[in-house]
């Protein structure tokens, strides 16, 4: 459905979402994280598509740089990262969520941002004007000594180098599957990001 521009009158296309979710476990804590900022981002006139990175066929990063040569035509090695190429071309903002594996982000999502080396070979400014929200849970109570502030600051330096800009993240502890929906102040704050995420001044 598009919505009309108050100020000249002009149909709107509604602003896309794409949620990138990195965790194994499809009713996993980062998933109900993610699923609620999606669910801000609808009620403030989004269309949200979900990708589960698990089981598709994401080969990792060869580093042979190909991508990076002038003339390139994006990545050389053809899995499903070229079908998410495209969905992350199109949206105008992006969810990204994963669990906290070893310290860091899991590997599902991992093999995903390193092969996020070749989306600038498509269009150089692939990145500009990308708004993005990142949600993340941890086992243990302390986000510092859990691994999730390396995981964050994994996000912010990437994200500052390409030139996107990150909206805000949530984060919240949680171990048994579905645990974090206990959690009514970051449930909230998912929603609230979400709305952030599409508005006009997001």
């Not at 990792?60 to 991508?67: D, F, P, S, W």
């Not at 500009?128 to 995981?151: H, L, Q, V, W």
Request: net charge positive; charged share 25%.
């Amino acid at each position: 459905m598009k919505r009309m521009d108050k100020m000249n009158g002009k149909a709107k296309t509604p602003p896309k979402v794409l949620v990138l979710l990195g965790s194994p476990r499809r009713k996993g804590n980062s998933t109900l994280l993610a699923q609620r900022i999606a669910k801000g981002a609808e009620k403030a006139g989004a269309s949200v598509e979900y990708v589960y990175l698990h089981g598709l066929d994401i080969r990792a990063c060869t580093g042979c740089m190909k991508c990076q040569r002038k003339g390139a035509k994006g990545c050389v090695i053809k899995d499903d990262m070229q079908d998410l190429y495209r969905l992350m071309k199109e949206c105008d903002a992006w969810v990204v969520a994963s669990p906290v594996y070893w310290f860091t982000v899991s590997a599902q999502l991992k093999l995903w941002m390193d092969r996020c080396l070749a989306f600038t070979s498509y269009t150089p400014d692939a990145f500009s004007g990308k708004r993005i929200a990142i949600a993340m849970t941890y086992g243990g109570e302390d986000p510092f000594d859990s691994g999730c502030i390396n995981a964050l600051r994994t996000f912010q330096d990437a994200y500052s180098y390409v030139g996107a800009r990150i909206v805000g993240m949530v984060y919240g502890s949680a171990m048994a599957e579905g645990e974090i929906a206990k959690d009514a102040g970051v449930l909230s704050k998912a929603e609230d990001l979400g709305h952030l995420l599409v508005a006009a001044d997001g």
